[in-house]
């Protein structure tokens, strides 16, 4: 069974940078691992999970972070990175790490298999 743990999440200032990680578990080996896409959706209050960035064959983003955020991974440490910089008031949420079975991404939060419990990002103005 796949497991993913976030971290990384705080209350930080506008303008401000935090690195999100995710460890995943389950995985029989990095090659397993490679082939999921790996992506992160966030959740505001009162609004819907949306997606922020996913990784697979390629890198995807949303609109409203690209150029301030990075996603990336560790195959060896099984384990995926959201590099945010920039940030703002409208970054908050709850991040969600989630694992999709397929190594083509997807932005629909329907398609992922596997989901962490999320991690709270705070952005004050």
């Known amino acids: 069974q796949v497991q993913l743990v976030e971290s990384g999440g705080g209350l930080v200032q506008a303008g401000d940078s935090l690195r999100l990680s995710c460890a995943t578990s389950g995985f029989t080996s990095g090659l397993a691992f490679s082939l999921y896409t790996m992506g992160w959706f966030r959740q505001a209050p009162g609004k819907e999970r949306e997606f922020v960035a996913a990784i697979g064959t390629v890198s995807q983003y949303a609109d409203s972070v690209k150029g301030r955020f990075t996603i990336s991974r560790d195959i060896a440490k099984k384990t995926v990175f959201l590099q945010m910089s920039s940030l703002k008031p409208d970054d908050t949420g709850a991040y969600y790490c989630?694992?999709?079975?397929?190594?083509?991404?997807?932005?629909?939060?329907?398609?992922?298999?596997?989901w962490g419990q999320g991690t709270q990002v705070t952005v004050s103005s």
């Open positions: 989630a694992a999709h079975a397929r190594r083509s991404p997807s932005l629909r939060p329907v398609d992922y298999n596997y």
